[in-house]
């Protein structure tokens, strides 16, 4: 069926916004998914931001060609679906890299990542922009409504079900540049907003009105404009400053083994715990620095006897904070199992009690919280599944109690700990802040599992937002990731260099660089998302005024 578009506006860009508007049946749903991809190339390691705006002005395009259906909320949702199943398969294929960690068994399996992830994703940009299409208009009112209904769906991405805030739109700025240090004010969500919108202003320019003139069609262009030249003179003004730097000096240390190798037999944890006690050997340091391995170092129990007390001979004068699976005895011989990170001196490494311990509470779903706690017939699908992020928990790990401030007084300063995922959430590193706030972030992670390309770097690129929202340092230490000390405004300070030594394809990285001091505050550390609920009212005012208009 081809429908009656006639496009006016940008006279040149008339053609193109008609072919956009007509497409109909696959084609609508192949070029919705098509604009998809391309926009999920906006985030790390690419940036391209420009396919960003080109997905969100084409797909508003096919939203304006589907309001013209009988049934156009139909015709709607399936557009937005077909753009989020596209854009979540390209920017998350990654994936998929756990379940060829073991393809023999696990490879059978890759339709879970490659279509269940993004088509469950996509239903939430579906809902998205149905509920944009009930308050759609041929005027320049549709972009704010877009943002709107968009950032919301988003934010609900965020949140249901205890929320997956992967590659949100506001995470598409390169982390320490100027536009980045918006999330200082309103958070990565008002950013998501504020973005989003940018992103579609070009689509006002060209519509279905028989009105003349440009003006108001180049209204929402205008005021994206200015909102990002004021956010970007901001942001650079702020970035003028330089961080101070304390008397505290991190070590970071990443064996760098590769994850199918990392549970083998006579490869594991024997030649991983002598490794890092190599690194911790010949790499040059003074007493009182703060030793950081990643999430699951060792791949077991760091917290046994024989462990500690190799550990209390190389560790010295310096404090460590390391990753490690623990157990706890429930009863009946059974053992409940946390993802932690502990923080150890020689004496309490001696005594095997550690100074501090941090449990992670926001699980991944599969990979951590077991398959039984979230689906139906989960726990027969446990069995087939990948096992858990530390393998010797096959039942799944046990969440900790909550986002936390760790102290362990005259060994390290104070800190916000993060195990890997929990990275993601905006809401764990500033609830997790005293009143008088940590000292630093500490981000722990294993990358191994999603190989070299866009998974691991996303995931840096977004850690980095923590920083900038609640202005305070990170060190950040990551199994075959980036692993790196970034200041209060997101910025890279230092990264880990790669260290002589290493085994056949594993890839250690060391780097010893001073903790930055933070910042007093944030408007984001103070209000939260209270900017991000002000903005959407006043897009639904200003949705409503360029309606009447």
């Not at 596209?86 to 073991?102: I, K, N, R, S």
């Not at 994850?259 to 890092?276: A, I, M, S, W």
């Not at 398959?371 to 446990?382: D, K, Q, T």
Request: charged letters at 15%; a neutral charge; glycine letters at 10%.
């Amino acid at each position: 069926m081809t429908l009656p578009v006639k496009s006016h506006g940008l006279t040149a860009l008339g053609p193109l916004h008609e072919s956009f508007a007509r497409l109909a049946g696959w084609r609508a749903h192949g070029g919705a998914a098509l604009l998809g991809a391309a926009g999920s190339l906006a985030f790390a390691p690419f940036h391209i931001m420009p396919l960003l705006v080109l997905a969100c002005t084409g797909l508003i395009w096919m939203m304006d060609g589907a309001r013209a259906y009988r049934r156009w909320g139909r015709a709607v949702f399936a557009r937005g679906w077909a753009f989020g199943f596209g854009f979540f398969l390209v920017g998350m294929h990654w994936t998929a890299m756990p379940f060829l960690v073991e393809p023999e068994r696990h490879a059978i399996f890759l339709f879970m990542p490659l279509i269940l992830l993004p088509a469950g994703m996509g239903l939430i940009w579906g809902a998205g922009a149905a509920l944009a299409g009930a308050f759609w208009s041929a005027s320049p009112s549709r972009i704010f409504i877009f943002a709107l209904f968009f950032a919301l769906a988003e934010w609900t991405r965020g949140h249901l079900f205890g929320g997956f805030p992967w590659n949100l739109p506001g995470t598409t700025w390169a982390p320490g540049g100027a536009i980045s240090q918006l999330a200082s004010v309103g958070g990565v969500y008002w950013l998501t907003l504020l973005t989003l919108f940018a992103a579609a202003a070009p689509a006002a320019v060209v519509d279905t009105r028989e009105t003349r003139g440009l003006g108001a069609r180049l209204m929402p262009a205008f005021f994206a404009v200015a909102v990002f030249v004021v956010g970007w003179t901001w942001g650079a003004q702020r970035l003028a400053a330089q961080p101070t730097l304390t008397d505290e000096t991190l070590l970071l240390m990443d064996a760098g083994v590769p994850q199918n190798e990392k549970f083998v037999d006579g490869v594991g944890t024997p030649l991983l715990l002598r490794r890092y006690l190599e690194l911790m050997r010949d790499t040059p340091s003074q007493p009182g620095d703060i030793v950081i391995w990643p999430e699951g170092a060792l791949g077991s129990v760091l917290l046994r006897a024989d462990t500690l007390e190799s550990i209390a001979a190389f560790l010295g004068d310096r404090a460590l904070i390391a990753g490690t699976a623990r157990s706890q005895p429930r009863g009946g011989g059974e053992y409940d199992w946390y993802n932690s990170l502990a923080v150890l001196d020689a004496e309490s490494a001696a005594a095997g009690i550690p100074r501090s311990i941090y449990d992670k509470h926001r699980l991944v779903p599969f990979g951590e919280l077991p398959a039984a706690e979230i689906i139906p017939f989960g726990r027969a699908m446990s069995a087939i599944l990948p096992g858990a992020i530390q393998q010797m928990a096959r039942s799944g790990f046990v969440p900790g109690r909550g986002p936390a401030t760790i102290y362990a007084d005259g060994v390290v300063p104070p800190f916000v700990a993060m195990i890997c995922y929990e990275a993601l959430y905006p809401s764990i590193a500033r609830s997790a802040q005293p009143r008088d706030g940590a000292d630093w972030l500490l981000v722990i992670s294993n990358d191994a599992w999603f190989g070299v390309g866009m998974g691991p770097a996303q995931h840096y690129a977004q850690n980095r937002y923590r920083s900038i929202e609640t202005g305070t340092p990170m060190a950040r230490v990551a199994s075959r990731g980036a692993s790196a000390v970034i200041d209060s405004w997101g910025r890279e300070i230092a990264r880990g260099e790669p260290a002589a030594g290493d085994p056949e394809r594993w890839r250690s990285s060391v780097l010893r660089a001073p903790l930055p001091e933070p910042l007093q505050s944030t408007p984001y550390k103070r209000s939260g998302d209270l900017l991000f609920w002000l903005s959407l009212a006043i897009f639904s005012m200003l949705a409503f005024f360029m309606w009447r208009r």
